[in-house]
């Protein structure tokens, strides 16, 4: 396993390094924690790939993935939080696909319309994982499942508007909740590869 983590590291690094060029072009629209964020989601992703075509598995401790989901979180809300002060965030929409049509129009570079779409749908994917572990343990319903996320990103939303730190946009909490569902789907191949230690039963 060694070696995999080895031959993971440096493709990923190497790929990094490569898409250095085209992620410094969006400097001027996100906080640069987000070259740490890109940085672990390549790391882990290209990780994960290579430790699943070699069918490797690893054990973690829940604690270890819970302070690693705490720390993402930190990361993502300075990301959400902290917005270069070129921009303006005083508009707001609430008409479904609205804003999603605009970037696909080609009225914005590439670049711009290629990260504001995906980066709303891959952020969230984490959560979706989380959720179901937390289900796995904890026994969560549903419509928990639903409602937790769906809350979370709203109050998101409007703790961006009422701070003039981002816009309300309902378009950004469809492509929020799409991520989160996708982490479900993905669920599955994730435990293949990731197995979180199992609470203990009291005897």
Known sequence: MKKSFILSFIVSQT???????????????????????????????????????????????????????????????????????NQNYDNWNLVPFQTIKFFISGRVPLLVEFYNLTANVILFVPYGIFLLIKKSRDGLSLFSLVFYPLTAISMIEIMQHLTHRGSLD?????????????????????????????KKTKK
């Open 15 to 85: 790929i990094y390094i490569l898409m250095l060029p085209v992620i410094i072009h969006l400097f001027s629209y996100i906080h640069p924690v987000a070259f740490a964020v890109i940085w672990a989601f390549l790391t882990f992703t290209v990780t994960f790939l290579v430790l699943s075509v070699r069918n490797h598995k690893i054990v973690i401790p829940y604690y270890l993935f819970f302070i690693i989901m705490l720390m993402y979180t930190c990361a993502l809300l300075v990301l959400l939080f902290v917005r270069p002060s």
């Open 170 to 198: 309902i378009d950004d909490l469809i492509l929020n909740m799409c991520g989160v569902f996708l982490g479900f789907a993905f669920y599955p191949l994730f435990k293949r590869v990731i197995q979180i230690k199992k």
